[in-house]
């Protein structure tokens, strides 16, 4: 693997059944860097459990994710695919980088605020408030230079940057500044009921949302009935948030820019152009669905992939963190 090459790392947690929102905001972008990028793309399972998970549906979704991972493309020859919680470096670092962040910070995350509102009656978490410094450390023990995600994850990226940066400055040069690199079609996939939000996994309303498994039946009703307006005209425009993000998805298959699409379908309504976003998401979608079941019948050779993912993992995330925890003063355990 090139010695040279810059490093990407990303994740996507194992908690949900995978969304299309997931598929063009991140494996799909994934896909097209895996040549040019010594890239480790984790099943991140310690994250999962910052909210409460079936132990059987955790393990049925991880097997799964690595998967859709292997289906979608992204080679496991040329990249390094693991599982988070078999490299205990992760957690490692995680609580030496605990201990440089602030409260305050932390919970000044959106997403912590937003999760916290939906926890308010059962309790919210620690995990929850303590997530982001997780991935921080998921990101600055591989010494990444990009993060490739959707736009929802950016104030993670600046939280990484901050936090990597007071260590370098209180404890010397360290960590490597990562930046985060997010698609431009697919970085925020919306909700196909309410198109002002984003497409999440954890919505209550299924019809909101297209599973990269969703089957093809399932797709063309979700699109059929996905929000729209009653102006009647596909165009790319913010006062039509449901064909705007109707076309981006389009766009996401098939690689049309969205003023092509606006030519194809001048004068034609929302009926044809709906049925169109639902087929071009099925070609896309339907031989992915094929690999994932038939790769989901050799689990051996699934949990193979990952424990050499994660021995190769653990080789580079163990040596940043004896460098952190020489750093901080710790005694270095005999070799
Ligand atoms: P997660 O599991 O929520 O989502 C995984 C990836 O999918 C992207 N995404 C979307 N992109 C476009 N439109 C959407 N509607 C949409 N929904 C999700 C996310 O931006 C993300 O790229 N904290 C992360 C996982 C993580 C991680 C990391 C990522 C943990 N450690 C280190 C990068 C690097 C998360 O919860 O993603």
């Known amino acids: 693997m090139g010695e040279n ?28 860097l895996q040549d040019e990028y010594d ?3 984790c099943i991140v399972d310690l994250h999962a459990i910052t909210v409460k998970q079936e132990p059987k549906d955790l393990r049925r979704r ?12 992204i080679d496991p020859e040329k990249n390094t695919i693991f599982i988070q919680s078999h490299v205990p470096a992760h957690v490692q670092a995680q609580w030496i980088l605990n201990c440089t962040s602030y409260v305050g910070e932390l ?14 009656d059962t309790g919210i978490g620690a995990g929850l408030l303590n997530y982001p410094v997780l991935m921080a450390a998921d990101i600055l023990i ?32 360290t960590f490597k500044i990562p930046e985060g690199y997010i698609p431009t079609g697919g970085a925020k996939i919306m909700s196909l009921q309410e198109p002002i939000k984003k497409m999440s996994k954890s919505s209550d309303n299924p019809n909101s949302f297209i599973l990269i498994m969703d089957p093809p039946e399932v797709i063309k009703r979700k699109v059929a ?6 102006i009647g005209v596909v165009k790319y425009t913010d006062d039509q948030p449901g064909v705007k993000n109707l076309m981006n998805i389009m766009s996401c298959c098939t690689g049309m820019s969205t003023a092509d699409i606006e030519k194809k379908y001048e004068g034609q309504g929302y009926a044809k152009f709906k049925e169109d976003v639902a087929e ?38 163990n040596k940043t963190v004896s460098k952190m925890m020489r750093k901080v003063g710790f005694i270095l355990p005999e070799k």
Not at 62 to 73: F, H, M, R, W
Not at 144 to 161: C, F, M, N, S
Not at 298 to 317: E, F, H
């Open 142 to 173: 591989y010494q990444a230079d990009l993060v490739p995600v959707g736009k929802d994850q950016t104030q993670h990226i600046e939280l990484t940057r901050d936090l990597a940066q007071r260590f370098n400055s209180t404890y010397s040069e």
């Open 5 to 32: 090459k810059k490093v990407i790392f990303s994740g996507i947690q194992p908690s949900g059944e995978l969304t299309i929102g997931n598929y063009f905001g991140a494996i799909k972008n994934w896909v097209k």
């Open 107 to 120: 919970s000044r995350m959106t997403q912590f605020k937003d999760k916290s509102k939906k926890y308010e």
């Open 280 to 317: 071009a998401l099925i070609q896309e979608l339907e031989p992915i669905q094929n690999k994932v079941n038939e790769l989901l019948k050799d689990k051996s050779y699934l949990q193979d992939i990952c424990k050499k993912g994660a021995q190769k993992a653990s080789y580079v995330a």
């Open 62 to 73: 991880t097997l799964q994710l690595i998967a859709t991972y292997i289906a979608s493309g």
């Open 225 to 230: 009935r996905a929000v729209t307006d009653n």
């Open 39 to 41: 890239c480790y793309y």
